[in-house]
């Protein structure tokens, strides 16, 4: 399986080298070791026992060395563009960043990190199933000032993939570059979120040379866009029971999408008693992964040589800003500042971490 790692805050940026490239755990140091604490059968009550080993090696503990990719949102492209008569302007658009070498290999990867700072960052290292391994197929995948990642697998996606094109809007369908199952996915949410209509068809814009529609210009609430991700669940399962029948099996989808300003992710499997792939939630890990603040991401094992600090620290940990961070694996060493995201659970977070809900999710032939 893949890993994945989301920050989001409205108020504080963080650099790209502290989160993604200083800490030991670093998400670009996951392609063979990985941190899984935590990582109990959702339901207690009914399993009262750790997962087992084999099925946590099943679904996390892969090497992920079949690219990489980033998105961090800027300013650049609003500042920029002429105003807009008819909607608010989106205030940040997401760059992209792709390869297909190891990230740390990677000098380019290297110096982007080390001279950027965004309020909204995702990054992303693959684990291929079945398609080729070239930097199309690399999430995270951009529609307008949406972004959409995925760990885990569409069950049966090439014999399910005809049908699931036929579902989408045909701006959607067109947008689709590479042969993945998550960008085909990520193009049937676009469908659900935001459907097409007259008034919203591919216009010439000055924001980019190819264009989008206007519509993945337009911000959505996080219930919109927890629905449009559950629609795309079921719609995803409805395909395959009608074309496999009994045969058809479970999914792993652990999916995050972002507009820049609110963020919504789930874990999800539909099987009875088998776990997803991990993943986590935290709203105070951020101060750990930023150099301005009096601690490290490794502890005692980092700069300073003891727990809890930062010989360089310039700010106190509690002026940092409010923030989100959700990730397949925990990046620090403080163990209580991470949540394990129960299965089938859907976090949305709006206003850049002001707010965060947990939410159960259904899906079609789920267990009553």
Known sequence: MCRWFAYISATEPCLLEDVLVTPAHALSKQVNEHYLPKLLSHDPAVHAEYTTEAEITTRN?????????MAW?????AAFSPPSSTIAKPKLYPALYRTIQPPLHDSNFRSICSNTASHVVLAHIRAATAT??????NHPFTFGIYTIMHNGYI???????RKMCERMSQEAYQHIQGGTDTEHMAALIMTFLCPSSPSQQRKPSHEDASSVPAAWKEYHSVTEIHDAIQKTIDTIISIQSEILGNNAEPNDLNIVVTDGR??????FRNHATEQPPSLYFSTTAGTTLNRQF????????????KKGHNPDATKAAEDHGKHVIIAS???????????????????????????????????LGQEK
């Open 155 to 161: 069950a049966s996606f090439t014999d399910i993939k």
């Open 132 to 137: 080729a391994i070239a930097p199309t197929n």
């Open 294 to 305: 009096p601690d490290h991401p490794d502890g005692a094992q980092g700069r300073g040589g």
């Open 61 to 69: 503990r892969l090497f992920n060395v079949d690219g990489f990719g």
């Open 262 to 267: 609110s963020m919504v992710a789930c874990r």
């Open 73 to 77: 949102y800027t300013p650049v492209v």
């Open 329 to 363: 694996e925990p990046t620090t060493y403080e163990e209580d500042d991470w949540t394990l995201i129960e299965k089938n659970r859907a976090v949305l977070v709006e206003g850049g971490g002001v707010g965060v809900d947990v939410k159960v999710m259904s899906h």
